[in-house]
């Protein structure tokens, strides 16, 4: 069965740089979630979207950004990285608003890390 | 808010039985998840409780009593495969239309020969 796909699978970065991760959700699933998880951490929502609209927002930084485009894929954009922003960073998918038994699934993540 | 509580690290045997617990207090309740993940990878899904009982899939079993605000996950016939973080998250309901997860810090399972 499909998964969700993340690009790039690892990145480095420099202090100040811009990064974009990329999320392709499972074919059908409208709704994708973004989550950072630092090292020895848990993973923490970050922001979703539902239907190419925002649906929610967690703890995102005002320096990142994300958006869903028609085909429903997802992209994060994060400006003047710190290195406190190396992490994992997942995207999961859900079909719907993932109210029931709507399950999210988690794509493999994207290794950022800020030298 | 949410407040996830489950121990930091167990120790099993191959072929036991291990149980690993999660309390939770939440402001919105809409679901409790256990994920197993690996180091580095992704979280992947275990199961899922919306109403007090047990649900069981294969090895896996989980328990929820929200009353309690209580839910466990139990491994049976326990493989060395087996070893890796198990997150239990709880999804809320914003009420903005979204159902976000909020994971505790995880177990991390070890189990030995």
């Known amino acids: 069965a499909a998964g969700v796909i993340q690009s790039p699978r690892h990145l480095i970065k420099e202090k100040r740089e811009t990064a974009t991760l990329k999320c392709y959700p499972i074919p059908r699933h409208d709704t994708v979630y973004w989550y950072q998880q630092g090292p020895g951490q848990d993973p923490q929502f970050l922001i979703s979207?539902?239907?190419?609209?925002?649906?929610d927002k967690g703890s995102i930084p005002d320096r990142f950004s994300a958006q869903q485009f028609s085909d429903y894929h997802s992209e994060l954009n994060m400006s003047s990285l710190e290195l406190g922003d190396s992490a994992l960073y997942f995207c999961a998918s859900s079909l719907g608003l993932g109210g029931g038994t709507d399950t999210q699934y988690f794509g493999p993540g994207t290794r950022l890390t800020v030298l | 808010g949410q407040n996830i509580d489950q121990p930091t690290e167990m120790t099993a045997t191959e072929g036991a039985i291990v149980q690993i617990n999660c309390t939770y207090q939440?402001?919105?309740?809409?679901?409790l998840f256990w994920y197993q993940q690996h180091a580095g990878e992704a979280p992947t899904f275990l199961s899922y409780?919306?109403?007090?009982g047990l649900e069981e899939k294969g090895r896996f079993s989980s328990f929820l009593s929200r009353s309690k605000g209580y839910s466990y996950l139990l491994l049976k016939e326990l493989q060395m495969k087996d070893s890796a973080s198990y997150l239990c998250?709880?999804?809320?309901?914003?009420?903005?239309?979204?159902?976000?997860?909020?994971f505790g810090k995880g177990t991390k399972l070890s189990v030995i020969p």
């Open positions: 409780n919306v109403l007090d």
């Open positions: 939440t402001s919105g309740f809409n679901g």
């Open positions: 998250a709880v999804r809320g309901d914003s009420g903005a239309g979204s159902y976000q997860l909020t």
């Open positions: 979207f539902y239907e190419k609209m925002q649906s």
